[in-house]
């Protein structure tokens, strides 16, 4: 069994089969529209912009946006890496059409050297979910540089505190989620985000939708 460090797994672990099975009714439904006000059809909209034939989606969840989205080809070549096993069979069983390659891994660490490289690649619904402060979450970026393709496009979105707009119930649950761990977004700000994206792209973008960044980089500038 691969063994993670014990102080990613909050963020990760609380996912199984049975919460699985209600992820995308709870948060891709109801806390999406009505808590962090940004629907999924945006985020939707932002894999359908950026997805390549050749894509590494990192932190799968139940893979519906994977399954939602239209891919430039018929046959795309999709690998899907997540330190939860649960995740990746279910995300891996939805869009099995494709047939998908799996790697269990933490995104924090360094990555497996034979992943190989990618067009595009996905982190929804990641960075908050990671522990630490924004600088600490970076490390992820600098790990994924190696594996861009060149004019590979990096893309996603993460639910932010700071100066976005929060109801009060956004701002109850994100607490309670951060004291479980599940959360570790208390310090992340567009300002953090937005710096750490145009230190290591040449070219970034970001919308704020609700409480959610979605945002997409290319040119690595160690390239």
């Not at 808590?35 to 799968?60: E, F, M, N, Q, T």
């Not at 004291?179 to 700000?189: H, M, P, Q, Y």
Request: hydrophobic share 40%; net charge negative.
């Amino acid at each position: 069994m691969e063994q993670f460090p014990e102080a990613h797994k909050p963020g990760y672990a609380i996912y199984s089969r049975k919460s699985l099975a209600v992820y995308d009714a709870l948060v891709l439904g109801f806390s999406n529209s009505f808590l962090w006000r940004c629907p999924s059809r945006h985020l939707v909209d932002l894999y359908d912009r950026h997805l390549s034939a050749d894509h590494l989606d990192i932190g799968v969840g139940t893979g519906y946006f994977l399954d939602k989205a239209v891919f430039p080809e018929a046959k795309p070549r999709i690998t899907l890496l997540d330190p939860n096993a649960e995740c990746l069979e279910a995300a891996a069983e939805r869009i099995s059409r494709y047939q998908p390659h799996k790697v269990r891994a933490d995104a924090l660490i360094p990555w497996p050297e034979t992943l190989g490289t990618f067009q595009s690649v996905g982190l929804n619904y990641v960075f908050h979910c990671l522990p630490g402060t924004m600088s600490d979450k970076m490390v992820l970026l600098d790990h994924l540089q190696p594996h861009l393709a060149p004019g590979g496009t990096v893309f996603g979105s993460t639910i932010l505190q700071g100066d976005v707009p929060r109801s009060w119930a956004a701002r109850k649950l994100m607490g309670i989620y951060n004291a479980k761990g599940v959360f570790s977004n208390e310090n992340d700000t567009l300002e953090a985000l937005e710096g750490a994206l145009q230190e290591r792209f040449e070219e970034v973008e970001i919308d704020i939708v609700g409480c959610v960044a979605l945002f997409s980089a290319r040119l690595p500038r160690s390239a």
